[in-house]
């Protein structure tokens, strides 16, 4: 596990033309890790056929509706795995 | 060319079937008994009684938010781990300070076993978009009016976990057993679009 609870991360500027569960909204965001959820096959690589899918630990990552969207006062917690991350 | 997007929900699920079959990645049969297993026993009095055993037993309700899979199983609920077809349980409880909602922003992810089949709106562009951006908004469109000071924590589910919201125990019902607490659990109470 790289990145404890409480780590600041930041979504990687990741435009792919393949499938991918990094939802556009956080792209570039700054979040806190909640909790490491468990070590699961990439989907990026899975959806395409790549056989073995690289295997990586997905993290809750919370943001802060104020960084997401410029308003809003609620926290919104997205499931993001290790390569699309980096520490912030 | 007729775009796909324009056919019933149904069609579009069928055409998108049979290229996986055509394909060699499935079979109808294969189909037929993922979805029979799937619906079986899943309905929401099963998330009910989870909630309602939290409520009444401390250490259930640790299990369960540590464990959620642990939990469900303590239940005789089966809920298989990501590599079996099933799902990491996550459960997130509602306190005076926060409020918990559930949404998947990229399709319709739920925790069909305990929770039933999702409804509609839960799958709706509308529900998906505004969950993240407004949900003090959304949530009073179902009647949830919560007072300022409560947190609203949104959880997009976009992998393996699934999320189920423990509600908040109701004043006064020191004196119900557990079957009638589980009997105050809604399906919406569960997703965190109505308080219990």
């Known amino acids: 596990m790289t990145y404890p609870a409480g780590t600041r991360v930041r979504v990687r500027a990741f435009d792919p033309d393949h499938h991918t569960r990094m939802p556009r909204y956080v792209r570039g965001q700054a979040g806190e890790v909640v909790a490491a959820l468990g070590r699961w096959p990439l989907p990026d690589d899975s959806a395409r056929g790549i056989t073995p899918p690289r295997v990586q630990t997905c993290y809750a990552v919370r943001f802060s509706a104020a960084d997401l969207w410029g308003s ?13 991350l980096d520490r912030a | 060319m007729t ?6 929900a149904a069609a579009r699920t069928r055409r998108l ?15 037929d008994e993922f979805l029979t297993k799937l619906y079986a026993n899943a309905s929401p009095v099963n998330g009910a009684r989870m909630a309602a055993r939290a409520w009444t037993d401390p250490a259930f309700r640790g299990l369960l938010l540590a464990e959620g899979n642990a939990a469900a199983a303590e239940l005789g609920f ?19 300070q926060v409020h918990n909602v559930i949404v998947c922003t990229l399709c319709s992810c739920y925790p069909v076993s305990l929770l039933g089949p999702s409804p509609g709106w839960y799958k709706s562009f509308a529900y998906r978009s505004r969950t993240v ?13 919560l007072p300022e000071g409560v947190q609203i924590s949104v959880w997009d589910s976009t992998s393996e976990a699934r999320y189920m919201v423990l509600p908040a125990r109701p004043a006064g019902t020191g004196a119900l057993g557990e079957d009638r607490l589980a009997g105050l659990v809604t399906r919406n109470g569960l997703i965190g679009t109505a308080l219990v």
Do not use: C, K, M
């Open chain 2, 78 to 96: 089966s809920v298989p781990p990501p590599d079996r077809h099933g799902y990491q349980l996550r459960v997130v409880a509602n306190t005076d």
């Open chain 2, 3 to 8: 775009g796909h997007d324009e056919l019933p």
């Open chain 2, 17 to 31: 079937e049979e290229r996986l079959i055509a394909a060699g990645l499935s079979s109808d049969d294969e189909i």
């Open chain 1, 72 to 84: 809003g006062d609620h926290t919104v917690t997205v499931d993001l795995w290790e390569s699309y």
């Open chain 2, 133 to 145: 951006r407004e949900p003090r908004a959304v949530l009073a469109e179902f009647g949830v009016a």
